[in-house]
């Protein structure tokens, strides 16, 4: 397995973390999927998502794959009017990381990340390894302190 950029940055920090490998599907891919080709509670899975706020600036959402983002939280968090998800397209350009490979560990700029609240009492999370088919499993606490992540609600409920 050739490490990707999330994994090379774990390594340099010296975090455990385990590489979890799956079989991407394009045509069923979704977090439920992931969660479930890996056996784990969808609760411990975490989606990035990428959002864009009116004036240009990027922001970057962890949630469960069993929950949505509500943008009207993330919004308040991030201290802005509005926000809206970040084109497919425009994801390789503005965090070098393909849809459905998105890390929260590794990408182009350091942007400002929020992590949902659910995470609170969760040791060890999943999150995206930065390539297709791999997710990587370490403690939430690790995730947080490296990329200095706020943890907040941003979930629909």
Known sequence: MK???A????DSNKIDYKVR???????SFSGEYVAN???????????TLVTESGDGNIFVFLVSVKDELDLKKAA???KVKSLSMLKSKDLLKTCGYLHGACSPIGMKNKFKTY??????????IHISGG?????????????IELEDISVVDISKN
Do not use: H, W
């Open 7 to 10: 994994m090379r940055i774990l």
């Open 115 to 124: 992590i949902d609240d659910i995470v609170e009492g969760q040791n060890l």
């Open 131 to 143: 390539k297709r088919g791999y997710q990587i499993e370490l403690k939430s606490s690790d995730l």
């Open 76 to 78: 308040a968090a991030s």
């Open 37 to 47: 080709m890996l056996g784990e509670d969808p609760a411990s899975v975490f989606k």
């Open 21 to 27: 490998e799956y079989k991407y599907d394009d045509e």
């Open 3 to 5: 490490k990707t950029n």
